[in-house]
């Protein structure tokens, strides 16, 4: 038993190592790993989150979808189980719709979860259905979405082991990109207009326990599934700074970190929230092998807010649509270029306006 532990330990070690290197691949992961995550311990369950994130852009139409599963014993009675959808159309306003509910359910073993009418399930491994209803908040239509996302790229952990991400002692957060790149069939309806949509998409899967007004997070990605290229990037700022970059290129991955990764972006104010968001990226990368010179031009940005009880912040999630143009160069002096629609985004606490941040403890 002793023997099994100290292997366990050694392997961990090494993960860790790893992670915090930017060295070797990535971390493969499998159906398992974006299954339903949540069991109670007793150790600040209250701070439980887990995300599910999905997209897809076919043209002048792009969709984002959030299902949000916080404090799921309703112990701090703030419990959050929502779903979030964006729609951007080029030309018109952009709609946001979101769905509170009381109850879910998700499966531990498979991608199987839901809330009331929406959620996603496999379809024919791999494959994910992902499906749902909210309500447009501007006009009260529904939102329907009914979606296949079938995988172009291997599914890889950014952040594989439990690392300290907010400014609370043992917070914790876990990252699985699942699908770097997917091609994505089905079908979206917006009151009674149906479009067909058949784009490239990305799905993306969060859980830790942390504060959810606490960090701020960055994240960006893109594919070119033609050129058999898919990459997806995050900067996480809390009472540490936690960053990763991944690359999967004609099947090899290729994986940036924390010290390697340079990030700027420079600012714009958004009227609807009074919030500050970022409206371009750069990013800098290297890890001794490759480097990457990145540029993240938004293009579309829509705000959705988190609310909770004064005195504790809400929390601003900009979800955007931005141009990512880059280029990828071996030490050995081969390149590849890009320039190519993805999506980005922001996450950051609105703070209170007399008291300022408020952690929750």
Known sequence: MQLICDRHNALLIAIVALFLSGTGCAIDASPKDDAYHYMANGVDDQLYNEWWY???ADNDTQFQVVYLLSDPDNISSTRKIQVQAVVMQDGLPNIMGQHYSRGYGGDRNSPMFDIDKSGFSTEEEPNLLVWGEALDSATGDPIRWDLVYQPTARPWFAIPVQVHIGHLKGDWIKWLVYMPSAQVNGTLTIGNSTKSLRGTGYHEHAWGRFALSD????????????????LAFAEILGEQRVAFLGIEKDGKSIVFSDKQIKLNYSNAFDNMTAGIFPAAYHVEADNGDYTLDLAVDVQKSAATALDYQPPLP??????????LQGTL???????FSFQKQGFSGFTAARLHPVLGRINTS
Not at 215 to 230: E, K, M, N, Y
Not at 314 to 323: C, E, T, W
Request: glycine share 6%; hydrophobic share 40%.
């Open 54 to 56: 999905f997209d897809v």
């Open 215 to 230: 960090p701020q997070i960055i994240r960006a990605s893109v594919s070119v599934p033609l050129d058999g290229f898919s």
């Open 314 to 323: 809400s929390v601003l999630f900009f979800q955007q649509v931005s141009i």
């Open 329 to 335: 160069e071996s030490k050995s002096g081969e390149k």
